[in-house]
């Protein structure tokens, strides 16, 4: 299928290797946060959240941390996979319900 | 369980028509969005109900989409008249807020394309 996100910034990494997915948020009132992953043709899947009055949350292979003096999340995928190719979205809750999704990073692996 | 289920996959109209798209949510969730998705670019929300109340519609173009949510469940999208600047894939997300969190559920989107 087409692809989602042909002028997006790219990450490449090798196999094997960890990634680091950086996002900036905009609203220093936001209180909950969520990393999304985009595989061409497909609607955004849930990969990990986190709340305002954490640092970091650790899931399977994936750690989220954030930053909130700068306003900065970040998104760890250690051993990156073939299968972690995609387009990787934040999204901020701002507001009662309301989630305002970033521009977006591509991961491309390479073997 | 069922996901967020979405109708057309794929449209293809040209410039002046009309589309509507439909999404089903997952069962009890009482928040649905629509959001747009243009091509290298994040998803931009357009319309989010809350059972069948819009709670925030302040980027819906409504001199051209229309969205409703009869009945608290199921909802529609439309475009009218579609505009080239329309060309790109419409999500549905649904989500079961629990004490102000709660991941959004996506469904695979409608993709438009405007000739």
């Known amino acids: 299928g087409e692809s989602v996100g042909l002028h997006l910034p790219t990450l490449s990494v090798q196999e094997g290797d960890n990634s680091i997915i950086n996002c900036a948020y905009s609203?220093?009132?936001?209180?909950?946060f969520i990393w999304y992953k985009q595989e061409s043709g497909k609607g955004p899947q849930f990969i990990i959240d986190?709340?305002?009055?954490?640092d970091k949350r650790q899931g399977q292979r994936v750690t989220v941390l954030l930053n909130k003096t700068v306003k900065h999340l970040s998104l760890q995928i250690a051993a990156t996979q073939p299968g972690d190719s995609a387009v990787y979205f934040c999204?901020?809750?701002?507001?009662?319900?309301?989630?305002?999704f970033g521009t977006g990073t591509r991961l491309k692996v390479l073997a | 369980e069922a996901g967020v289920a979405q109708s057309p996959r794929y449209k293809i109209i040209e410039k002046r028509q009309s589309v509507a798209f439909w999404c089903n949510p997952i069962?009890?969730?009482?928040?649905l969005y629509w959001y747009q998705q243009i091509l290298g670019q994040g998803p931009k929300l357009l319309i989010q109900f809350q059972n069948n109340g819009v709670v925030d519609d302040s980027q819906l173009p409504k001199d051209r989409f229309s969205a409703e949510r009869l009945k608290g469940v199921d909802s529609t999208l439309k475009i009218q008249p579609a505009k080239l600047e329309d060309s790109a894939v419409y999500l549905c997300?649904?989500?079961?807020?629990?004490?102000?969190?709660?991941?959004?559920?996506f469904g695979e989107g409608s993709r438009l394309t405007v000739l």
């Open positions: 609203n220093s009132a936001s209180d909950y």
């Open positions: 997300a649904s989500s079961l807020e629990r004490q102000g969190a709660g991941e959004l559920f």
């Open positions: 999204a901020e809750k701002s507001g009662t319900y309301k989630y305002i």
């Open positions: 986190i709340r305002s009055n954490m």
């Open positions: 069962s009890g969730h009482a928040t």
